[in-house]
Every structure is written in structure tokens, then in C-alpha cells.
């Protein structure tokens, strides 16, 4: 990292503060924290220069200053999905690239860089309109769709990279480029599924939007019973013989926790195992009720949340954390969900971890309309784990914190069925 005071460090404010309408902030200005940390805290930026940027013209600048001065460019966006820190060179940080215009003829949205998928749903729902977001309004729309985009309703209405028209880009050197199926076919493609190299800013999209309607959601939720003991693996197995059998309609996941035993909890998740399933279906309540009867009667759910659901109420379906925190996780693609894996995580014990099972299939294995490059349009299932680290350990030592975490222990017994894994559920500093 450049001296803060050095001259070099001086021009570099000074090129970047006269040419974008953004702000510029060296690393020590009271405004520079709020600039480089987002929802993951376990990595840190420790850039020479923010550049804050406001226009697809304050990017295109950022990266020939960035080339004229020899030095990396690392974007920032919502800070979710952040693997690999600034180290020195300049951080593009395009949370002011929040503009949102929906064409409800069209049935489109363009989105700025740092739009989050909860704004967008907001403003979709004048139209009676729904994003094709995923179970956590919160995440970068953009940055969402690298992977692929695997939302509430995909068995229903396929990722959403599927629905991606269009791609504003900022290249090496600062040269914007509209990328779509027509202009550049294998840029695009790769855009849909493995998102941009390095030198590459995605500054807007266009993406289409589904109805609002009909949908019904919530979640059946069963203490699996107390850390130390084998917990009951009764629900995740028939979490497995439910999914086997239902239409393209029903998009369904779960999630066992295991809780640590500590005061901050609340008392009835303290040193507990608890199972979630996520239901979102493209159908009326009393239909929804018909598919989920043998699986309510099997499980037998302490809390049951299913009913109407309007999009704008969609984080009540996997209901997971708001708050900002440091985490690593990876996971598996399978192709069938064997027994014995779920076995072994009704009885996982060690540190808080949070195991996810995402059911495929329906229109998230159909063809894609165009070519892209999203793994898992072939997997029957999706298997994560996510455990919480120390952020001080995390950025001073990532390995270290990650092996204590060590989320991919609860993956090892799916190993027999893997067949990859998805960029879009990789986090923390191990990820880069």
C-alpha cells in the first residue's frame, strides 16, 4: 500500500478527485470504513485510494486512472459475496450506482451496480411485479446473477441469468460496452453464470421481471433436539421423499443450525439443533396446503409459517440473518441426496454451522434459451455449509479461521454424489 502522505498517493487523489463526480476518500478519512465493508466482515480492504463512484462514466475514469498509474482496480459492491481484499491500488466502491427504472410494458428492470434486490422488489411491486431474487432481499441484484441466480421461485421460473437481457460493462482501460446475446454471444455467456474477469466492472442490468402472483411461502420448523445428542434426522429425511415427488411449481430448501450453547441466544435456540423448510409455490394456498400435507404430517413442525405471500414479504421464507457478520462457506452439487449425508448432519456437533439443501430441478435444469455458463442446470440438489469466523482472525490469518470453521466437514458425506459445486454459494476470505 501506498504512504497515505506520499506524493504518489497525493496524485492519485488528486487525478481521481478532479475527473469523477463520485467522491474520492483516502484509506484514513472518517468515511472511508462505511466505504470498504459490507454485509461479509471477514475480509477487509486496505486500499491506497476509494474511489466512490455515482455514473458508469466515474468507473470507466476509475479504470484508466487505475491503468495510468499501474495499479489494481478491486470493485466493491454489497460486500456479500467479497473473497479476495484490496491490497493496495484502488477500490471501486459502486453502492451510489443505485438507479432503478422498471418498464412494466416491457416487463424489464435496469438496475445500477449497487441496487440490492430487496429495492428492486419494492419498486416492482406497483406494478404487481416480483424479481427473480433469491432468499435474502439484502444481496447485490448484480452481483447475484454471476452464479447463476438460484431464486425462490426457480423450479418454476428457471435462474435468474435466464432472464437477463442486457449487460453494461466497463472493460480494461474504460471502455463501456452494452453486452447482450446479439453483440458479444460468448461475453455474455460467460457474464450468465461465471461473471466478469479481472478488469472487467458490470456497471448495469436489464432483467426481466415475473408476476407477482400466485404465490404462497413460509417454513415448517422442528427442533431436531440438543447439541451433543443424535438429533432426530426423521424431518431432513422426509424433506428428501417430499422433494422426490413434486411438480415444477414448488421451489423448496432447508436448513439445519446447529446453535451453540451461548447467553446471546434466545433461550429456546440455546445448544439446539433446528431444521427449517423453506416452501415458496407458484399456487394458491389450498393448493399448497394439498402438496405439503404428508410432509406436515411427517414432520410435525413446531412453528409452521406457510400461507399467502406477497414478494415484498419473501425474507420471511428462509428468514436469515440481516446483520453484517464475517463467514466462510462452500457446497456441493448432487446428484441425488444420499441418506446417510443427512444422517450425519442431524447429528453434527463443533462449531455453529449452518447446513442449506436447495432442491433443483423443474426449470432450473431446462435448457437455457441462450448459452451461459451456470453450474447446476444437471444437479438434483444443492448442499451448503456456512459457519461464522472471528473477522479479527479472519483478516490476520483466513486459513487459520477457516479451519477452525471448517464448514466443509459438513459436506464430506454427500461426497459420493458431487458433481461440482456453484460460485454462487462459495463465501469468505478461502473463496478468492
Known sequence: MLDPVS?????????????????????????????????????????????????ADDVRVAARVAADHDLPLTVHHTGHGTRVPAAGGILLSTAGMDGIAIDPAARTVRVGAGVTWGEVTDAADRFDLMAPSGSFPGVGAIGYTFGGGLGLTGRTDGWAVDHVRAFEVVGTGGALDEVTADTDPDRFARLRGTGPVPGEVVTAMTIGL????????????????????????????????????LPDTVTAGMSVVTYPDWDVL?????????????????????????????????????????GPLRPVESSRVYAEPEMPHAYTGENVLLDALEPAGLDAVAALDGP????????LGGALAGPAAVPDTVSGRSAAYLVSALSPIDPEQAVADPSAAVAAADPSRALRPFGSSARGESPGFRFGPHAG
Open 352 to 359: 455453529m454451522t449452518v447446513v442449506g439443501v436447495r432442491h
Open 210 to 245: 415475473l408476476p407477482a402472483g400466485p404465490l404462497t411461502g413460509g417454513a415448517l420448523v422442528h427442533d431436531l433436539g440438543p447439541v451433543g445428542e443424535p438429533g432426530d434426522p426423521a424431518p431432513l429425511h422426509a424433506f428428501r421423499e417430499w422433494t422426490a415427488g
Open 7 to 55: 506524493t504518489s498517493t497525493s496524485t492519485l487523489l488528486d487525478d481521481l478527485t478532479a475527473r469523477i463526480d463520485g467522491s474520492v476518500l483516502a484509506p484514513d478519512a472518517p468515511a472511508a470504513p462505511a466505504a470498504t465493508t459490507g454485509f461479509q466482515l471477514g475480509v477487509r480492504h486496505r486500499p491506497d485510494v476509494v474511489a466512490a463512484a455515482r455514473t
Open 266 to 306: 434466545p433461550p429456546h435456540l440455546r445448544g439446539r439443533r433446528v431444521a427449517r423448510i423453506a416452501v415458496t409455490a407458484r399456487a394458491g394456498s389450498a393448493q399448497t396446503d394439498r402438496l405439503l400435507a404428508p410432509l406436515r404430517a411427517a414432520v410435525r413442525p413446531d412453528e409452521d409459517t406457510v
